[in-house]
């Protein structure tokens, strides 16, 4: 059984910045995709960013893009999302999620999920 677990979630400023990790781990861990999302309160989950762990594509939500940076580390099993000028808008749970093999990765239909941490940006 996959799991992801997320840290470096926490308060902050507007402004300010916040990098989350997702490390992975289980038996026979292999993936395609690996992806940040996140659920503001009274909201649906949205995708928000995701890397494919061979070609290290990325793909970011219109919301973020330029502000949030997601990165790999293969060797660790770890994905990152450095969280730039953030916004109050930004305060969700975000989660880590992956997705085991090839097609579409904007999307929120991914296989194994994280348990999620709370981001929460103050203006």
């Known amino acids: 059984q996959v799991q992801l677990v997320e840290s470096g979630g926490g308060w902050v400023q507007a402004g300010g910045s916040l990098r989350l990790a997702c490390a992975a781990s289980?038996?026979?861990?292999?993936?395609?995709?690996m992806g940040w999302f996140r659920q503001a309160p009274g909201k649906e989950r949205e995708f928000v960013a995701a890397?494919?762990?061979?070609?290290?594509?990325?793909y970011y939500a219109h919301s973020v893009k330029g502000r949030f940076t997601i990165s790999r580390d293969n060797a660790k099993n770890t994905v990152y999302l450095q969280m730039n000028s953030l916004k109050p808008e930004d305060t969700a749970v975000y989660y880590c999620?992956?997705?085991?093999?090839?097609?579409?990765?904007?999307?929120?239909?991914?296989?194994?999920w994280g348990q999620g941490t709370q981001v929460t940006v103050s203006s």
């Open positions: 999620a992956t997705r085991r093999f090839p097609g579409p990765v904007v999307t929120t239909k991914y296989d194994y």
């Open positions: 289980g038996p026979t861990f292999s993936s395609y995709a």
């Open positions: 890397i494919t762990w061979t070609g290290g594509s990325t």
